[in-house]
T-cell receptor, first 109, second 116 residues
Framework: QKEVEQNSGPLSVPEGAIASLNCTYS??????FFWYRQYSGKSPELIMF????GDKEDGRFTAQLNKASQYVSLLIRDSQPSDSATYLC?????????FGAGTTVTVRA | DTGVSQNPRHKITKRGQNVTFRCDPI?????LYWYRQTLGQGPEFLTY????????KSRLLSDRFSAERPKGSFSTLEIQRTEQGDSAMYLC??????????????FGNGTRLTVT
C-alpha cells in the first residue's frame, strides 16, 4: 500500500464549477497535511496546509481533514482556467513529506 | 525571502558521466531536502539535512548518489556514472524546524536532468 494515495485523474470540470480532490494516507500518526499545485514543467507550490480535523478555507480553496478516516480533501470553488494543474497531496511523517502521485485538473472554459 | 534557488535549470549529459547540482535554500531555514520527480509521479524523497548534518537517506538511493551541505548553507547533489534511469526533475526544498513547529516545504524550480 502506498503511503499517500490520490483519486485518479484526470479531472475535467467546467469553468465556475467545484473541483473535488481526495487523498488517503496510511500513517495514522501523521499530523500535518499539505496541498501543492504543480503546473506542467514547474515545481510544486504550496496552496494550503491543515493540521486539525475539520475544514479550513482560504479564498476559493477549502481543505478538509478527517484523521479517523485518514482522509484529506481539497475543494476548489468557482474553478478558473488558471486552476488547470496537477494537485499533489502531501503528508508529514517523522521527518519528511510523502507525496501522492497527484491529480491533474483541467478547467474547461 | 528570495526563495529556494537551484542550478542549473537543465542538464543534459551522456550516460556514465558525473553531474552535480546546487541548491541554495531560504536563508533562515535549517532543513534542506532533496526530492526526485519523474513524469506522472509525485516527488520522491531522496535525503535531507538539518543544518550541516545529513540525517536520513532513502534506502532507494543508489550509492552513486551523494549529497553534502557544508557549513549548513547551500547543498550539492552529485550523481556519479549516470544512467538513463536517472533522468528526472531533481527538486530541492527547505523548511524551518523550531520548537514552535515545522514550516511547510518550499521548493526551488528544480533541475531537469536528461541522460542520453
Amino acid at each position: 500500500q502506498k503511503e499517500v494515495e490520490q483519486n485518479s485523474g484526470p479531472l475535467s470540470v467546467p469553468e465556475g464549477a467545484i473541483a473535488s480532490l481526495n487523498c488517503t494516507y496510511s500513517d495514522r500518526g501523521s499530523q500535518s497535511f499539505f496541498w501543492y499545485r504543480q503546473y506542467s514543467g514547474k515545481s510544486p507550490e504550496l496552496i494550503m496546509f491543515i493540521y486539525s480535523n475539520g475544514d479550513k478555507e482560504d479564498g476559493r480553496f477549502t481543505a478538509q481533514l478527517n484523521k479517523a478516516s485518514q482522509y484529506v480533501s481539497l475543494l476548489i470553488r468557482d474553478s478558473q482556467p488558471s486552476d488547470s494543474a496537477t494537485y499533489l497531496c502531501a503528508v508529514n511523517g517523522d521527518y519528511k513529506l510523502s507525496f501522492g502521485a497527484g491529480t491533474t485538473v483541467t478547467v474547461r472554459a | 525571502d528570495t526563495g529556494v534557488s537551484q542550478n542549473p535549470r537543465h542538464k543534459i549529459t551522456k550516460r556514465g558521466q558525473n553531474v552535480t547540482f546546487r541548491c541554495d535554500p531560504i536563508s533562515e531555514h535549517n532543513r534542506l531536502y532533496w526530492y526526485r520527480q519523474t513524469l506522472g509521479q509525485g516527488p520522491e524523497f531522496l535525503t535531507y539535512f538539518q543544518n550541516e548534518a545529513q540525517l536520513e537517506k532513502s534506502r532507494l538511493l543508489s550509492d552513486r548518489f551523494s549529497a553534502e551541505r557544508p557549513k549548513g548553507s547551500f547543498s550539492t547533489l552529485e550523481i556519479q556514472r549516470t544512467e538513463q534511469g536517472d533522468s528526472a526533475m531533481y527538486l530541492c526544498a527547505s523548511s524551518l524546524v523550531s520548537q514552535g513547529g515545522h514550516s511547510p516545504l518550499h521548493f526551488g524550480n528544480g533541475t531537469r536532468l536528461t541522460v542520453t
